[in-house]
């Protein structure tokens, strides 16, 4: 970590680095999701979060795909716009020899638009207030990032309505505060 940079810490809550504390760059509007809405999501992913390819848009922290490849994911890719929060995830990834982390610096709606690589799970938590979730939950769709069969998690300021894609069905969600969580599946029939 640069001399002078200002952090702040948090625990990953389970698997291989459970109880490891990592910084996180203090870059206004930074939230790293709660704890308790972490063990709530990772208990929700449990049979599925092993050996899977995960995306963590709007990383900031990293809490989200540090936490799953702390648990056993095969891939997490971490994209986050902002070079120093960006920096410090890169550090942390490899304080930590976390091969399966790579982290991205980049604009996600931007980075989207690119060649897509298709994942199992994706984390989906813009900042609040920033209209971005819908674009977003549209891009990943129209433009070929999710397996036939992902789980898609959103976290977004209670009462914010998103119209989900086409294929895309509630699973689970919660509320905490003014923190609303949901978890989506997307469901494509097969062909055979």
Not at 63 to 84: H, I, K, P, Y
Not at 100 to 109: L, T
Not at 145 to 164: P, Q, R, T, V
Request: aromatic share 8%; charged share 20%.
């Amino acid at each position: 970590m640069k001399p002078g940079t200002s952090h702040s810490q948090l625990r990953i809550i389970g698997g291989a680095w459970r109880g490891r504390k990592i910084d996180f760059a203090a870059v206004p509007g930074l939230r790293p999701t709660p704890n308790r809405i972490r063990e709530t999501l990772f208990n929700w992913l449990a049979p599925v979060i092993r050996d899977a390819y995960c995306l963590d848009l709007f990383a900031g922290s990293g809490a989200l795909g540090l936490e799953a490849a702390s648990r056993g994911a095969a891939c997490c890719v971490l994209v986050e716009r902002d070079a120093a929060a960006a920096s410090m995830l890169r550090a942390q990834a490899s304080r930590l020899a976390a091969s399966q982390v790579e982290v991205i610096e980049a604009d996600a709606v931007r980075w989207l638009s690119g060649t897509p690589r298709r994942f199992d799970i994706v984390f989906l938590d813009p900042p609040f207030h920033g209209g971005l979730l819908q674009e977003c939950a549209n891009r990943l769709e129209q433009h070929g990032w999710l397996k036939d069969s992902a789980w898609i998690y959103i976290e977004a300021e209670a009462g914010n309505a998103l119209e989900l894609p086409p294929h895309w069905h509630w699973h689970r969600d919660g509320q905490a505060g003014q923190v609303s969580y949901r978890l989506a599946r997307r469901q494509v029939a097969s062909d055979s």
